[in-house]
Structure formats: C-alpha cells, structure tokens
C-alpha cells in the first residue's frame, strides 16, 4: 500500500531534486545496517528543505548518498548498498556513469560540512581549497581567474581583506571563518542544490546566527535549491520552507514548515518539540525529553520503528504498532497542499482525530 | 620559516654537543669511575707496562676530566698532537681520535669507509620507499582483498626474516648458484656498473626488511587518512579520484612515513653492520665490528660519533621537510 506521490518509477520527475525510495545500507559484521530505508522527497529551486532527526536517524548518510559519496572511494570491503532514484534536474544520479555523478558533484550540487576544522585540508591554503574546486569544472579558466574568483567569493561571504586573508592556511582562521570558507568553496561554481550538513553545529552561537543568515541570504541571491540536516529545530525554523523528520531512516513526517511546527501529526514530532529550548516564551515546565535510545539499525523494530519509545503506542487497535509499519499517510484537512513539499504527511497507525486531539489537548498547551 | 630553520639549525648544535658529551663519557669516563683502566683497553692487555704508561700519557688519562674532554673537542676542529715521553703523533683535524692498534689517525679510516655505507643506505632507500609506499597505498586501496592479503603477508615475513637469513639465502642462490650478480665493492667512480652489481643484492636484500615495514605503517596510515572529512570535502568539489588519492591523501600520509624514514636513514649511515658483514662491504658497519673485536676504543668512539651526528643530521632534514609539508609547523 503506497499512498506516496514520489513513487513512479523510472517516471523523470517534475520536481527540480527527487528522490525516490532511497535505501542505504550498509553490510557490517554484526549485520546489515539499514541507515536509509525507504525514503522519498521532492524539492524545487529556491525552495530549502530541512531533514531533522537525531543522532543515526539517516540524514547525513541520505546528503551523501544524494551527492553520490557513498559509491566513490569506497575501497576494499563494506560498500555500501543503495537503491532508489535519485533524480536531479532531469538527470538519474544512480543511473548514470559514475564520472557523470563526478562532474555534477561541485558543479551542480554542493556541499557544506558540520566541521570545518576536519572538512578542509590542514596543509593547503584557503585559497588553493578554493580555487581547486573552481578549476576541475572550468578547464578553460587559469588560476588568475581562479584565484579571483576565490577572492571575490571570500568577499562575499564576508571574510576581511580577502585579497590578503586567500593565502592563509585553514588553521589561521577562526571556526566562523572556516565555516564561511567552506560555504565560499561549495558556492564557487553556483551550485544549483545546496546541501548543508549540520553547518552551524560545531559554531557558537553567536557565529551560528551569522552562518544561518549568510545561507538565507546566499540562497535567495543565488536561488538555488537548499537542503539543511540539522539535528536543531533552531536551525529548520530559521531556514527551512519545508520540514521532513526523519527516525530509524524513514521519514516520519514531511510538510510545509508551519504545519510540521504548529499542527505536528507524530508523536516523535511533538517529542522533539517538547525537547527544543525555547527563548521566546515564558518556561513553566522543564524539558520533555523523548525517552529511550534511538533504535538499532540493524534490528530495526518490527512494526513502527518508534512504538518503543512511544508514549502511545498502546492506543491503536490490536497492538498493530508492533506488527505492521505504518504508511506515510497525507494528513487530511487543513490548508491544501503547499508547493514543493506535496502537502503534509505523516507515517503514524494512531488514527487522524486521535493525533489531532492529543497535540491540542495534550502537548500544544505545555510547550 | 626562516626564524624556524635558525632554532633547528641551533638545535641541531645543542644535540651533536650532547652527542659528544655522552659518547665522550663512556668511553672515557666511566671506566675512571670503574676502576677499570682506559689505557689498558686501548693497548690490550698482553702489553709491557711502560706501553700502557705511554698511552696514559699520550691521551692525558691524567688530567682532570674536564680537561680531557675539552682537548677531545679542540681536536676535532683543530687537530691534536698525541705527546709522550720520547714520542709523539700527530692527528690532523677533524681529529676524531687515533688508532693506536693501527697507528693511524681514525679520520681517513672512517672517511674511506662512508662512501660504501653511503651507497648501500641511499640504494636501499630509494628501493624501498618506491617499492613500500606503492605496496601500502596499493593495499590501502585494494583492502581485504587478496592483494592485501598477499602483500600484507609478504610484508609480515619480510619484517620477521632476520637480515644473516636473507642475506646468505640470496647470495647462495643469486651468486653462487646462478651467478647473476657479484664481485667485490667497486666505487662508484671507478666504475659505475660494477658498483651497481656489487651493491644490488645487498640493496634488495635491505630494502626487503625496510619495504615491509614501510609498506605496512603506509598502509595503516593511508587507511586512516581516506577517512579524514577533507578526503571526503576533495570528492564533493568533484576531483578526480587519482587527484584525491595522489594529491590530498598522499600529502598526510607522507609525514609519519618521513618521520620513520629520518630515524631508519641515519641509524643506517652509521653501518648497517649485518648487511656489510654478510656480503663483506667495506663499510662503517664492517669497521665497528672489527673495531670491537680489536678493542680499538678510538675506532668504535668514531663509528659512534658518526653514526650519532648521522641520525642528528637526518631529523635535521626530516624537520625542514615537515616545515616544507606542513604549514602549522613553519608558521608556529
């Protein structure tokens, strides 16, 4: 029973990224671990999607297996195993000649990593890091051209004197700095999707607020397609258009931004919610953390991979939380659907009114 | 990075001082601590003690120690005169001692002996960091497969076979069954292609025990390495694989193996002493075996100068690299 609208296959898509039924596995000697299971979702230039979940729920393996990182460099034993579609701007990715993938990466989509301390070689300068990236799609251009090009962007993303600071090695700039370095080196060659994993994660935050504000910027200037994976709903509230949560690698909400914050259909939602500090209002309780540990990749929970740590999971008829796997269903009423997302889903067996009224009666008025 | 070449250079000063210092001490010293009488070693003990009084006086036992150390100091720089009642030599700068069995300063010795050191350690180097980096990055690449496997166990007999073993194995098979290779020690200068059939077989020999290692700790280091984030930053900007592999894991990976390669080098300068016997080089190594044997302190205190100032100059030029690889050393 698929009641997804990605699923056509082998259909070119409409939508400028989409990915269909992506798996992502990976063989260890423990077993088969099974980061991405099952994921779909489309995204449109100038449109930002923020992928959330906690620590293993799949979101940076998803930004790299959509980058195509999983395939190259993987030597020896443990290649990862991946299926699915993923198609970009017309183009099948998983499809296609692997140099093919190459050319694009860089060029067409891009990508910005959580640490910019380890992301960013320690014994090339800045501007090398830059301007490498710049020459491997342009074999025209020669490194005076290069070389501006870095400059100027280091202008751009606000680095001082960057005629002067372009020479410098990664380790003589500030985490703020490198971080914006890095968004100069993705930028380079005006990527069309932008993928940011965990860009402000290892900032303070102070320098948080400013990368977050450069990206917005970055992308309404540039206007390309922008995927943010964040573990902070901080983060997706400043940047995101639409939200998809991730847990267990399966997306168990999806929608307009709003409607994920204000009118959230799963209870792994509202327990992140519950756990998101918040400064803009007055705190009368504490915290609600989500209790348990993520579930294991290898031995995912037959049924619903969150009934675990569920609160209610007893609620539906006949146990069916520990037997079937719920669907992601469109959650019905509300405003229609809102463009990019595809309107607002959610994977959850607790039927609709239910939810409804355990998020207004019961969580809403404590957050 | 100038500043950085001046405090190495100073450094390397401080060191060959300290070298001497120590070298000095025990050979001279600590047998007056002992008990155990210098000059006696030096002329062996069948000597007629008016022999052993003027060796005492010829090297100034005497004197205090201090005294002692400093005229050893001078005559490396400025060359000393041996005196005693009657008698008298002279050791011409840099004097690093004077062989009383021989009855030659140990200088020209030692210098006669380096060139052949020099070869065997500078072919063998060259043959094994080529042959041990390649099968490292190979294996790295190719892990758990059965190239891994088999280099990996190549390698592990390599790093386990003593150096007699593998030496006598092929000089039995390559020289005295097939005769492929052979003769003497030729200089270089003399003639460059029976310098290059003498020394081949104690290169590959060599090289064997040091590829091994080297291929190991490169592919342990180049495995580390690919699992850096900018090993995975170099793919997403869409660089080629040999770019990533040849250019942005390689330059990591270089500095341990440069590290090993500045201890290995120098320690082999002062003589690879089993390899020099084996296949009978005259080289240092060969010096300080028969050196000891003798008992001709003054010979092996010069063998172990060198080879001590070896391993001291070796870091010297293994520390400008790391500057030359390494920006965070040259700008710290």
């Known amino acids: 029973m698929t009641t997804d609208p990605a699923l056509h296959p082998g259909e070119a898509p409409t939508a400028f990224l989409d990915v269909r039924d992506l798996r992502i596995h990976f063989p260890t000697d423990d077993g088969l671990v099974k980061s991405v299971d099952g994921l779909s979702f489309q995204l449109e230039k100038g449109r930002t999607l923020g992928i959330v979940g906690e620590s293993g729920s799949g979101k940076s393996v998803t930004s790299l297996g959509i980058m195509g990182l999983h395939t190259v460099g993987q030597y020896g034993r443990g290649k990862a195993r991946i299926s699915g579609e993923i198609w970009l701007d017309g183009k099948e990715l998983m499809t296609a000649d692997p140099d093919e993938v190459r050319r694009l990466r860089g060029r067409e989509m891009a990508m910005i990593f959580q640490d910019p301390l380890s992301a960013m070689h320690p014994y090339f300068t800045i501007g090398h890091q830059i301007t490498e990236a710049y020459l491997v799609h342009n074999s025209g251009a020669d490194k005076k051209t290069a070389r501006k090009r870095a400059v100027e962007l280091l202008d751009r993303v606000g680095i001082p004197q960057p005629d002067r600071r372009v020479d410098d090695y990664p380790h003589q700039f500030s985490g703020g700095m490198r971080q914006r370095a890095m968004i100069a080196m993705a930028l380079v060659n005006n990527p069309e999707l932008l993928i940011a994993d965990e860009p402000t994660t290892a900032l303070d935050v102070t320098v948080q607020a400013q990368i977050l504000d450069l990206i917005r910027d970055l992308q309404k200037e540039f206007g390309s397609a922008v995927i943010v994976i964040t573990h902070d709903l901080g983060v997706v509230a400043e940047l995101a258009d639409d939200i998809l949560v991730m847990y267990g690698g399966r997306c168990v909400e999806r929608g307009p931004a709003e409607k994920v914050f204000y009118e959230p259909q799963h209870p792994y939602t509202w327990g992140l919610l519950g756990s998101m500090p918040r400064i803009d209002r007055e705190q009368t309780e504490r915290l609600i953390p989500v209790k348990g540990s993520p579930p294991s990749l290898i031995n995912v929970p037959s049924g619903c991979a969150f009934n675990p740590r569920c609160p209610y999971a007893d609620l539906p008829a006949g146990g069916v939380t520990r037997t079937e796997r719920p669907e992601l269903r469109r959650v019905l009423g509300g405003s229609p659907a809102a463009a990019g997302g595809g309107g607002h889903w959610s994977a959850c067996h607790l039927p609709q009114e239910e939810r409804t009224r355990i998020w207004t009666e019961e969580i809403a008025p404590k957050l | ?332």
Request: hydrophobic share 50%.
């Open chain 2, 1 to 332: 990075m100038f500043a950085y070449i001046v405090r190495r250079l100073f450094a390397v000063i401080v060191m060959l001082l300290v070298v001497i210092l120590v070298t000095f001490g025990i050979f001279f010293a600590i047998p007056k601590f002992t008990g155990s009488d210098p000059a006696l070693m030096y002329v062996g003990k069948q000597a007629d003690p008016a022999a052993i009084e003027g060796i005492r006086q010829k090297l100034g036992l005497g004197k205090p120690i201090l005294e002692q150390f400093w005229n050893f100091v001078t005559g490396l720089f400025t060359g000393r005169d041996y005196v005693s009642t009657g008698d008298s030599v002279h050791c011409p700068a840099p004097c690093f001692g004077y062989s009383f069995r021989h009855e030659s300063p140990i200088w020209p010795e030692l210098t006669s002996r380096l060139p052949v050191t020099l070869s065997l350690a500078g072919g063998a180097c060259v043959l094994w960091v080529t042959g041990g980096v390649l099968t490292g990055v190979v294996s790295a690449l190719k892990r758990g497969t059965v190239w891994d496997r088999t280099a990996m166990t190549v390698a592990l007999s390599g790093v386990s076979l003593p150096i007699y073993f593998t030496a006598l194995l092929s000089l039995a098979v390559f020289k005295y069954k097939l005769g492929w290779v052979g003769g003497e020690y030729t200089s270089f200068a003399d003639d460059p292609g029976s310098w290059f059939g003498g020394l081949i077989l104690p290169w590959v020999t060599l090289a064997f025990l040091y590829a091994a290692m080297y291929a190991r700790l490169t592919r342990a280091t180049m495995l580390e390495v690919l699992g850096e984030d900018y090993i995975r930053t170099a793919r997403a900007k869409g660089l080629a694989e040999p770019v990533v592999i040849g250019k942005h894991a390689m330059r990591s990976t270089m500095t341990p193996i440069l590290t090993v390669l500045g201890m290995d080098l120098g320690a082999l300068v002062g003589g690879a002493i089993l390899t020099e016997t084996a296949f009978s080089l005259p080289g240092l190594g060969q010096a300080a075996v028969a050196a000891i044997n003798e008992r001709d302190l003054p010979m092996i205190l010069g063998v172990t100068l060198i080879t001590a100032s070896a391993v001291v100059f070796a870091n010297l030029v293994v520390d400008l690299l790391y500057a030359v690889i390494d920006p965070r050393v040259r700008l710290s």
